[in-house]
């Protein structure tokens, strides 16, 4: 090969290999449309320190709900110095009895446990069913995509904490997705085998409709 074309593709190859380090980071800018490789980027002479500060964590979740349980996310919307840095964090508080359900999301998940003791688990592509019980300073994986749960198995609420490797994980909860829209409760019948009294409490319960 010419020489003057090897010294082009290398020329050409070293700005794509660093395309990662162009900038030091990229808060959010919400006055612009997000985009696939997330939003747009804020002026970096217009930030403080507190902009890379974030203490929802902190403090307990509402967990007066159906679950009781409740999940504070630390993730590009609520927290915008996470966008493009690819993780994302957020806090578990389950009740007694609470629960977070069965839900997914398109990367993985890191959870440790601070208080309390939590049954959880994923299932496999295969429908194996992968749960344990943690303990306080436990942690467990959760794949990318694969169905997950928790569920506080004590007798004291249970604290945890959970990481993902993306500040936009998406989430969806598989009760959600099916009872909080408009899918006809005969068609959720045929792909459930759940009776229509059923559905319609769902869907009473989520706020669905049809």
Known sequence: MDAHIIIFL???????????????FCVADFNFPVGPAGYSCRNPANLTVDDFVFSGLGVPGNTS???????????????PALNGLGLSMARLDLDVGG????????????????EGTIIAGFIGSDNTAYYKT???????IFPQTLLHFQVNIGDSPALAFVALNSASPGFQTTTFALAANDLPTDIIQ??????AGQVRKLKTIFGGTN
């Open 190 to 195: 045929k792909i459930t085998l759940l009776d």
């Open 10 to 24: 290398l020329v050409l190859l070293v700005p794509l290999s660093s395309a990662t380090s162009v900038v030091d």
């Open 65 to 79: 709900n159906i679950f009781n349980s409740s999940a504070f996310l630390a993730i590009d919307v609520t927290f």
């Open 134 to 140: 943690l303990n306080r300073g436990d942690i467990m």
């Open 99 to 114: 629960t977070i359900p069965v839900h997914s999301h398109r990367v993985s998940e890191v959870i440790i446990v601070i």
